[in-house]
């Protein structure tokens, strides 16, 4: 196999994701054959830092011997049973673990974080019905969120070039002001300004909480709308206004789960409980897709009854999946063993101070929450997304700019050197574009 043959062979053959496949006659597909930590090779030779952990999954590198020896090591075991009637030592294993470190007992999996998405969605307006509460039928999320792609997650989602098309077969939902501290007014602090959302939230939610099952949110950093960062007090604000109107919380921890803010989970940074958590993503090191939502006793047992309708009858073929599951346990071991949050801490200042070297650039913004960073660059050039893709790629790197957001969002195995030559390459980059 080489470059050119398993380009072509693609081309035939596989419907790319989030991509007009016209635009491939201009930019070409990148092979990849193998990874090596935060690396990406091709079949030719050449090699790709991976900025992005490949869509925010990977955590600790690609080809991470110990995430791959305990996959191995649960092959020779069980590679799957359903889950449906059956359970097994991964998945119960992993339910203990997650529980203890969230504060929520029940654990539904599914496999990609939109089927968690709807997972909350449908648990939440069933919650309700349960208690007789036919009316709360509608759910509430912030303007600019992203919750995935199937029609329930699509339906809170507010990305208009993903939703649009779709709007006919979608259920309403509303959307209240994003806390994004770079929609503060001058001299309006983070704080300040996340105060301010939160008081148009509670209008929101005053007037119409009689219809509304949840407020479901991504807790400090939306990142989809271009790594939008605000103040954790918007998320103490929105628990007491979910409390206090009887409306639950959910907290859609699927990109920013695991470590990415610095703690284990974002909503940690404001001290408080969701209703329900929606994980994907790290939560195999980026090895296998599996999610979860999480949740509490008191939802748990509102569906616990001798009537099979109020019981929770969703599923997923592959719900559970004991070799996801033995990837995820693996994971969680090397946050533990490693020490991972306060070593990531390291990394950050690191890749903090060498970020001063972007001073003088056209670029605005400069944010960073735990192991996310982003810049907004000053152009008025519609292509500068697809220009910075491709000059990135150029130089052997995989940055994925969301507009004129170029972000950073690495392996947390990155090291010292590769923290430099991503901030050098993208000081060119942005020199070279603007
Ligand atoms: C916050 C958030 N929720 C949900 C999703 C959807 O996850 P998936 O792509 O695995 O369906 C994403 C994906 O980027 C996300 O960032």
Redesign the pocket.
């Known amino acids: 196999m080489n470059n050119d043959e398993l380009l072509r062979r693609s081309l035939q053959a596989v419907w790319h994701p989030c991509t007009q496949m016209k635009n491939h006659e201009t930019l070409p597909l990148v092979p990849i054959q193998s990874g090596e930590g935060v690396w990406l090779h091709d079949f030719d030779g050449k090699r790709y830092l991976d900025a992005v952990s490949s869509?925010?999954v990977n955590l600790f590198g690609h080809n991470n011997p110990r995430i791959k020896t305990a996959i191995k090591a649960q092959l020779d075991q069980l590679e799957h049973v359903m889950l449906a009637g059956f359970t097994h030592e991964p998945v119960v294993q992993l339910s203990e673990q997650l529980s203890a470190l969230t504060g929520l007992g029940h654990c539904f999996y599914a496999s990609?974080?939109?089927?968690?998405?709807e997972i909350a969605l449908k648990m939440s307006f069933h919650y309700w019905r349960n208690l007789d509460y036919e009316d709360k039928t509608q759910f509430v999320s912030l303007q600019h969120s992203?919750?995935?792609?199937?029609l329930g997650?699509l339906s809170v989602t507010d990305v208009s070039l993903f939703k649009d098309t779709y709007a006919p077969l979608l259920h309403q939902s509303a959307q209240v002001p994003s806390p994004d501290w770079r929609l503060a007014e001058a001299g309006e602090s983070a704080e300040a300004y996340a105060l301010r959302c939160a008081e148009a939230l509670e209008v929101h939610i005053a007037l119409h909480h009689q219809n509304i099952a949840a407020f479901i949110i991504?807790p400090l950093v939306q990142?989809?709308a271009g790594m939008a960062m605000y103040h954790p007090v918007y998320l103490q604000k929105a628990r007491e206004i979910c409390d206090q109107y009887q409306v639950h919380l959910i907290a859609?921890e699927?990109?920013?789960g695991f470590g990415r803010t610095g703690t284990m989970f974002a909503c940690e940074q404001a001290d408080i409980k969701p209703d329900f958590m929606?994980l994907?993503?790290g939560i195999t090191g980026g090895y296998l897709?599996l999610?979860v939502t999480l949740t509490s006793d008191e939802i748990y047992q509102a569906f616990y009854d001798d009537s099979v309708a109020r019981g929770f009858l969703h599923s997923h073929s592959y719900t559970g999946n004991a070799l996801a599951c033995s990837a995820a346990l693996a994971t969680l071991a090397i946050f533990e063993q490693d020490n991972v949050l306060k070593a990531n801490l390291a990394k950050a200042s690191y890749l903090n101070d060498k970020l001063k070297m972007l001073e003088g650039l056209p670029i605005q913004h400069l944010r960073n929450t735990g192991m996310i960073w982003a810049f907004d660059v000053q152009t008025s050039d519609a292509q500068f997304q697809q220009r910075c893709y491709q000059a990135a790629l150029q130089r052997g790197l995989l940055l994925r700019p969301i507009g004129n957001t170029v972000y950073f969002m690495p392996p947390y195995v990155i090291s010292g050197p590769e923290m430099d030559s991503l901030v050098e390459l993208t000081a060119q980059i942005i020199n070279e574009l603007v």
Request: hydrophobic share 35%; proline share 4%.
């Open positions: 869509w925010w990609d974080g939109a089927s968690a998405t992203y919750h995935g792609e199937t997650a991504e990142c989809a859609d699927i990109a920013v929606c994907s993503k897709p999610s």
